[in-house]
């Protein structure tokens, strides 16, 4: 069968990724809308549009029942989750299943196993993929002494009941174990009413490093290469790039083969990103989770292999095998991504919606956007932050580094605080440009610089030249 | 600069406290327009033709509280009048749908409808339902008064926000 009519179940730029590939493959869209969404890029582009309820996102796009409801009434026959608010929850697709509509997505079961971080693990474990070293929940304090000298210093101790990046401490020696199993034991009870710990190896240059995975309906399962995530600030990411070149070749073809083999003990049908953690400094690295859905941070893989992810979903959904095989994906170059948003960085990264009065896109020579925004559009305060997807392909990293600080420059949008000029001065860091970065680089080492900058990074450079 | 969430929250308080009909507020680039008369503010160029008050601004906490949003839920309660024409039998009280869904103008298919034009209705009456999923919302009228307009046809898609049925209120 192929697709007739997909409804496109989220907002932003991701529902005017969804309406493009669909468009690009011949299939209709149909765009859902919040009322504060009814003046949306994805409103204006979509063949069809329907207002399912007011701002309040509980209310419109988490409510399974009004998408599903505007699923049936618009004729679709098939449903395409985009990342966020209902794109990971089973129930979703088992509705969608009982219901006869086609969901662009891994079925219920599936997500089921694999977007639940403990059953993921188990399938990881069980095809003989690490999954970290790590302790069950902690009797006493001997016990931890003993995982600890078994594993190593430097630990975490983490709250069993915490979440989030709170209730962690972390032990560098073991002769602190005792008085950081005490105080730590005491903020978890006091935080989460739960005073029980459990113990992780702390790697202390993590890198995130993640594989993009196609899984067709005729037993393909293929991959397209791998991002490092490792530019982030509180475990959201930053920047984005493809291929981890900072990771060594063999690690890499290490991580592609795993993810495949978990994808295939999962039965896998979709676009999935399977997550690990490298140390940059001995290359071990470690199973994180599976993610179910297509992520942000696609369109860096789709800039070096030149395949479509969404489009590739539409046709998995149909049925269709898909259109490359292994051998058929070759990478070219490097690709990297900004994630712009409308937030004050100088305010404490504080969330600043608002109407944008100007907005000139970069274009040109290497740079994509991924964007809803338009001159004169209101960026409603329900929603994520997330105002475009700055995007630049060079023939290596120098080359689109150097492409990303012009495109960055030649943004312009007025009206609301963005993180512009915190993304131009990220990139152009020594550290990140020598690849020196890890998950906590931003706020150990980045921000605390950053903040003492009285000036911009444009601003600099107009003085200096 | 733009205006937080909380200055949005301030400014809809301010202009629930108040009697006007319209506010606009300029800071900075940033404009917010708040009105009550049903429609939306003349400087906003509307795509849809149901455009609903208070236009994207209200913050979540009001939206999900109707008792602290008196401003959000003028927008199905308050009596329409447009400016510069006296009260005439074009004004009444706008029902709208609380959600996307299925309209039904009766309780189940060949039963009598639960309101039809010209009926007298009191402001718990149902004047119809909207269907979500097999939920059955049934949608009051919310005032007391006259059935002037039912605007969906039976089993006809709604949006949310879309005008259901026009009552006027008794003289």
């Keep these: 069968m192929s697709l007739k009519r997909v409804l496109v179940a989220n907002r932003g730029e991701i529902a005017v990724r969804i309406i493009r590939a669909c468009a690009d493959e011949g299939v209709e869209s149909v765009a859902i809308v919040s009322e504060a969404d009814r003046e949306s890029m994805a409103a204006y582009l979509a063949d069809q549009v329907v207002c399912i309820g007011p701002g309040a996102s509980t209310e419109s796009y988490l409510d399974i029942n009004r998408v599903l409801q505007a699923a049936l009434a618009t004729g679709c026959d098939s449903l395409h989750p985009g990342y966020g608010f209902l794109a990971e929850r089973p129930e979703l697709a088992d509705a969608c299943a009982e219901n006869g509509i086609v969901f662009i997505g891994p079925s219920g079961d599936t997500i089921r196993r694999g977007g639940d971080k403990i059953q993921a693990r188990a399938v990881a474990e069980s095809v003989g993929i690490n999954t970290g070293a790590g302790s069950a929940a902690l009797e006493n304090l001997e016990q931890a002494r003993a995982q600890v000298e078994s594993i190593g210093v430097p630990v975490l101790l983490k709250a069993a009941a915490g979440g989030g990046g709170r209730g962690m401490v972390l032990v560098n020696h073991l002769s602190d174990l005792n008085e950081k199993f005490a105080s730590a034991s005491n903020e978890a009870l006091q935080a989460f009413g739960d005073g029980r710990l459990y113990v992780e190896k702390f790697i202390t240059q993590a890198r995130h ?61 979709g676009a999935a990103t399977v997550e690990f953690v490298v140390d940059a400094f001995t290359g071990d690295y470690a199973f994180l989770e599976v993610n179910t859905r297509v992520q ?55 969330p600043a919606p ?47 580094l150097t492409r990303m600080g012009r495109a960055l420059k030649h943004l312009t949008i007025d009206g609301v605080t963005t993180n512009k000029d915190f993304l131009i001065s990220v990139i152009a860091d020594e550290d990140f440009v020598g690849q020196r970065h890890h998950t906590r680089w931003v706020e150990q080492d980045f921000l605390p610089r950053w903040a003492n900058e009285p000036q911009s990074a444009e601003f600099k450079e107009t003085m200096s030249s | 600069m733009a205006l937080t969430p909380e200055d949005i929250k301030a400014l809809v308080a301010a202009f629930d406290a108040s009697d006007w009909g319209e506010m606009s507020v300029k800071i900075g680039d940033t404009t917010l327009e708040l009105t009550r008369t049903g429609r939306p503010p003349e400087t906003s160029a509307g795509r849809f033709t149901e455009t609903v008050v208070a236009p994207s601004a209200v913050p979540t906490a009001a939206q999900t509280s109707p008792a602290a949003a008196p401003a959000s839920a003028a927008k199905s309660d308050s009596t329409v009048s447009e400016p510069g024409t006296s009260k005439t039998n074009l004004d009444g009280h706008l029902v709208r749908a609380p959600s ?72």
């Excluded at chain 1, 994630?339 to 404490?348: C, G, I, L, Q, T």
């Design chain 1, 209 to 269: 490093v993640e594989v993009q995975i196609l899984a067709d309906t005729h037993g393909h399962v293929i991959h397209l290469g791998e991002r490092d995530c490792s530019t982030q600030r509180r475990y959201q990411k930053v920047v984005e790039e493809a291929p981890a070149v900072s990771i060594p070749l063999n690690v890499r073809e290490a991580l592609h083969v795993s993810a495949v083999e978990l994808c295939r003990a999962l039965d896998y049908v």
């Design chain 2, 100 to 171: 996307l869904g299925l309209f039904w103008r009766s309780p189940q298919p060949g039963a009598p409808n639960f309101v039809d034009i010209g009926q007298e209705v009191d402001a718990e009456d149902t004047v119809g339902i909207v269907e979500v999923m097999k939920l059955m919302n049934h949608v009051k009228a919310g005032m007391s008064g006259t059935v002037m307009a039912i605007e969906p046809d039976n089993g006809q898609m709604v949006e949310f926000g879309q005008l259901l049925v026009v009552i006027r209120p008794p003289e």
């Design chain 1, 354 to 400: 608002g109407r944008v009065t100007t907005w000139i896109p970069p274009q040109g020579g290497g740079v994509r956007i991924d964007s809803h925004v338009y001159g004169g559009y209101l960026i409603p305060p329900y929603y994520d932050s997330m105002v475009a997807k700055v995007l630049t392909h060079g023939s290596d990293r120098g080359d689109a």
């Design chain 1, 296 to 350: 942000v941070e696609h369109p860096v893989t789709e800039l070096v292999t030149g395949v479509d992810i969404v489009r590739e979903q539409l046709r998995i959904a149909a049925g269709e095998p898909l259109s490359i095989t292994q051998a058929e994906v070759q990478l070219t170059g490097h690709a990297i991504e900004c994630r712009v948003n409308a937030e004050d960085p100088r305010n404490n990264f504080m």
